[in-house]
């Protein structure tokens, strides 16, 4: 019976399960949205959400104990200073998880996109703020178009050359 059992063995040794959660987790703090199976993006959700929280508290333990989890100075400053402050007035649910339509061709494992909420919202929402406040260039006169240049031709490697130049001593 699986009382009081919570979390998923993925047939793996507890290290190796820690370490896999910790590299999934990794992967989605970088890149903002990571493909991998349904079932380790819903396991995926319990270790990153808790590290998104600590985020929004940003103080020295939190920081500390987001780096037992990361082991990457540079990715905690990051989480803390970027990632914490997107997701301030937010009580939780900072990740989505999209199932794919398509399992995975290997061994029909069905596939999930899992990625940070907010992020995606954010960025969608500054690409036309963006684009409108980029100014327009205006297109410049055909007179001052560049001549065209000639077209480049082979030269004849050395056997054909060689060729050639008996057909003409004949």
């Given amino acids: 019976m699986r ?22 987790a990794k992967a989605l703090l970088i890149h903002g949205k990571i493909r991998t199976t349904e079932i ?20 020295l333990h939190a920081r500390r104990q987001a780096y037992r989890v990361l082991n990457d100075h540079a990715l905690v400053k990051r989480l803390f200073d970027e990632i914490g402050p997107v997701f301030a007035g937010v009580p939780g649910g900072y990740t989505r998880i999209l199932k794919m339509a398509m399992p995975r061709k290997g061994d029909n494992a069905p596939m999930a996109i899992i990625e940070l909420s907010r992020s995606s919202e ?49």
């Fill in 122 to 170: 954010t960025a969608a929402a500054e690409a036309p703020k963006a684009a409108k406040a980029a100014p327009v260039k205006e297109a410049k006169p055909a007179a001052e178009e560049a001549p065209a240049k000639p077209k480049r031709t082979r030269k004849p490697k050395a056997d054909e050359a060689d060729a050639e130049a008996a057909k003409e001593e004949n």
């Fill in 3 to 24: 009382h009081s059992n919570s979390g998923r063995k993925f047939s793996r040794t507890p290290a190796h399960r820690k370490a896999m959660l910790h590299n999934l």
């Fill in 40 to 59: 380790k993006a819903k396991e995926l959700r319990r270790v990153v959400e808790p590290l998104i929280t600590l985020a929004k508290r940003n103080d």
